[in-house]
Each structure stands twice: as C-alpha cells, then as structure tokens.
C-alpha cells in the first residue's frame, strides 16, 4: 500500500478535517465510516496498516460473542488460575501490584448482576460484526481471505463438554445465534486432520475466520486510500490543541486537523493520561506462532481445557494463547504458547515452527470489558475509540460506524450510552 502525503499549505504544514491515530481494525474501520459520511480523512500509524495486534489475532470475526470475558467469580476457577494449573489465564506475580486496582473492578463488573446489563449491550453490537465487515470485504476484493465456516470449541473430557454443551445451546436459543453440537464421531468426521478421538465439539456457525488479518486491515486501508483517505507515518504521541483544533506531527510535517480520533488499541492509554484522563484501560497478553504443516483445518478451533486456538492461516497453522495478565512493556515469556504446543502435538500433525520467536501482542480491555466509543469528555473535537479487548478485530467496522455516525451527528444504529466515556468520570 502507497504512503500518501496529506495536502500541504504553503508553510509545509498540512491539513485534514479528522486525524484517526492508529490504523488497526478500529481505525481503519472508523476511518472508513468517516469516509463514507462525506468526511475528509487522515489515517495515522507509525507503522503499516494492521501490523500490530489488528495482525497478530487468531482471526475469528466472532459474531457469536454476545457475552464478553468476565473475571472467574466461581473458587474451582479462581485456584486453577492463582495456582497456574490452567494454560488459559496466566500472570506475572510481579505486575499483579499495579493492576490490582483495575482486576478489582474487573471482578466488580462481572458480578452476575453487573454482567447481565454489559453483556446485553456488547451483544447489542456484535450483532452487526458480520454485517459491517461484510461490504468492506466485498469493496476491498479480499473474499479470498475469508473463511465461513464458523469455529469450534473442541472438548477431551465429557463432563466438561456436556455443561459447556448446554450452556452453549441456551445462549445460542436465547440469542438467535447457530450453534451446534457434535458427539465425538461426528467431530472426528467434521475434522479429519484430528488424530485423537476428543469428547466432542461445539460449533458456532455464524462467524468468519480470515486467513491473514493483517492483510485484511491492509485491504480496507487500500480501499481507504482509492476512496481518497491520506494515510501518513506518524506518533501520535505529539497530538496537541492547536487553536480550535488539534495538530499532530508525522513524518512529513505537523499535520493539523479540526478533529482527532484516538484509536490507538493498547498504546491509548499513553495519550490519554498524556491529555489528563485517568481511563481504568489495562492489557490482557497474548501470543502466535505458526508451524509449517500439511494439516489444514477446516475450521479454527479452541482446545478447551488446554486453553489455545488453532486456525490455518496463510503462513502456516496458527497456534494463538489466552490472557497473561502482565505489564504490556515486559519482556515476553511465552509459556502458554510452548505449552499450547506440546498439547496441540497431542491432536495434529504440527510440523515444526516457522519463526525464531513467538509473536507478543496485548489486548486492549476495559474494567467493564465494553469498549470506549464517543467524544472525549473534557477536549472539544476529540474522540475515542478503543478497548476492545478480545474482540477489536470482530468490532472495528461496527464501532466506526457507531463513531463515525456521533462525529456526524446521525441518529447512531444503536444505543451509544454503554460505550460512551463518561462512564468513568462519574
Ligand atoms: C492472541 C490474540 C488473539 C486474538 N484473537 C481475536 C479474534 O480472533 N477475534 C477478534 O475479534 N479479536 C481478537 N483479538 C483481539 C484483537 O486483536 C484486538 O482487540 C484488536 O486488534 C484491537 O485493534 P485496534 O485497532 O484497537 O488496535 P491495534 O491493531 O493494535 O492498532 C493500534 C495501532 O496504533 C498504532 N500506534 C500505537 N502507538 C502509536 C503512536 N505513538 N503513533 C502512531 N501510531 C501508533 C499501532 O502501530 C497500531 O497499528 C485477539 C488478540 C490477541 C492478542
């Protein structure tokens, strides 16, 4: 994808109507929804489109996410992680201090009686997932990229399966969501790259899985671009109030601009406490490699109880982790992964790994686990758009419509209030 220069002015300086800062999936969907509103757009990173968490995810557009990652309240649950028994969830002892506050709120909100309203507002927008992506798909020729089979949660005991099974079939009742359940010859016959019999599978029918994400979030940033969009090499760091609007340095000058969207994933809270704001943001880790098989899935799947997904991707088979709760700059310590390893050897011809490392990325959540859309209490013109924890590839195009319509003062799609952030200045 070219770089583009935005337009310069007579002392080099440029100028464009809305800067969006970051150019993962949440910012290129709201770039996107800007666009299509009739605005003039500058899309800002400092690297390429989609080459950071946007990249590094396991794909899934999952539109059977109705109910976002609560904090465990049950005591089986809790021990199994406090004691690192579970590869799903692991920390590092020594961050567990600073992020006390955050986890402690964490809890708070997924009490049953909190939860129920979150996750009746999350579901509101994850609803429209596949909806919004599926015209930017369409428009950016990246059909090829896209996968809908759906994905499965694969079980080896039976008692875990026939709970998760029921619960599973109600929610998918209760919400109009496509969901099946498969017994282990039917899950042996759906997957044939399987070489040990499991307990069985759920299968969520609805989602799409992409076989290079950050090639998707580079398709809808070409898209950008041939619509007119100006994409520039940037820090978003140096935004500042300049007169009634906002400026920016990039890499070919100080670009100006009358609005601004934060959309930086987990870098937000850097600019944001940088404004002022104390926003209860914190990171879930997590890592991907991929390994040089024959095996192609047919569909991606989380092995439940060893708490890692796998899904064939462009680049070989991608073996992607659950949460480490850590400081998002610490130097990486992929356990989860090397043993996400050794348990998927236990069902698939893996093949050796094809890179050196692991890649380390961080999801960006929220004490609430909703993410943050609409404008900037305290600074006219600025607005955010991030802490979209586990699901930012799934919702960026949703959330930048929702954005896109309260920057242009359309009637939004729906309610904004759950999202908005002035939640957190009460
Ligand atoms: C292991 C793992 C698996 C996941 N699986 C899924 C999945 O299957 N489905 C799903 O929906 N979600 C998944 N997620 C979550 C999803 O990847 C994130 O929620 C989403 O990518 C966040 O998108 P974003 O645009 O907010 O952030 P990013 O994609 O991180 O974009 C932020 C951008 O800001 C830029 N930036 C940062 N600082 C600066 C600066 N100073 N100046 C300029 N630019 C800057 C970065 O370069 C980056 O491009 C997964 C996450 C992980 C870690």
New binding site residues.
């Given amino acids: 994808m070219p770089i583009s220069r935005g337009v310069a002015n007579a002392d080099s300086d440029m100028k464009t109507e809305v800067v969006v ?7 290129i969907g709201t770039a996107l929804a800007l666009q299509q509103r009739g605005h003039g757009v500058t899309l ?4 390429m ?6 990249f ?7 539109r059977e996410a109705v109910q976002p990652y609560a904090f465990p309240r049950d005591l089986a649950t809790l021990l199994r992680v406090a004691t690192r028994r579970g590869n799903d969830v692991s920390y590092h002892f020594n961050a567990l201090w600073t992020l006390l506050p955050a986890l402690l709120r964490y809890w708070r909100a997924s009490a049953p009686a909190n939860y129920a309203g979150i996750a009746q507002a999350y579901g509101r927008l994850i609803a429209h997932s596949i909806e919004e992506h599926r015209p930017l798909i369409d428009q950016s020729g990246a059909s090829a990229l896209v996968q809908k089979n759906g994905w499965r949660q694969i079980y080896r005991s039976a008692a875990s399966f026939d709970v998760d099974a029921a619960a599973a079939t109600a929610l998918a009742a209760r919400e109009g969501l496509d969901c099946g359940v498969l017994d282990s010859e039917a899950l042996a016959a759906a997957e044939p790259a399987l070489i040990t019999p499991l307990a069985g599978a759920i299968h969520w029918r609805d989602p799409w899985s992409i076989s290079d994400p950050g090639e998707l979030v580079a398709r809808y940033a070409t898209l950008f671009q041939q619509r007119g969009g100006v994409f520039v090499h ?4 140096t935004l500042h109030q300049h007169g009634s609007g906002w400026s920016v340095r990039t890499n070919d000058g100080l670009l100006e601009a009358a609005q601004a969207v934060i ?5 937000a809270n850097t600019l944001t406490r940088q404004l002022g704001y104390r926003l209860p943001l914190f990171v879930k ?4 490699r991929h390994y040089a098989t024959a095996t192609h899935l047919q569909a991606p799947m989380l092995d439940v109880e060893r708490g890692v997904m796998m899904a064939t991707m462009s680049r070989g088979l991608r073996l ?2 659950g949460a480490e709760f850590a400081r998002h700059d610490a130097p990486p310590s992929p356990v989860q992964l090397i043993r996400g390893e050794e348990s998927t050897r236990q069902l698939l011809d893996l093949g050796p790994p094809v890179e050196a490392s692991p890649w380390l ?4 959540c929220t004490v609430d686990m909703k993410p943050v859309i609409g404008p900037a209490p305290r600074h006219p013109g600025l607005w955010f758009n ?1 802490g ?9 195009p949703a959330s930048g419509r929702l954005l896109g319509e309260m920057i242009s003062k359309e009637p939004p799609f729906i309610d904004p209030t759950p999202y908005l952030p002035t939640r957190f200045e009460r």
């Fill in positions: 800062l970051g150019a993962g999936m949440v910012g800002l990173d400092r690297v489109p989609g080459r950071e968490t946007s590094g995810n396991a794909g899934i557009i999952q940037g820090d978003a760091f959309a930086l994933g987990p870098w880790r997590g890592y991907h992607t982790t990325g961080a999801r960006p991030f979209h924890s586990h699901q930012g590839f799934t919702l960026g």
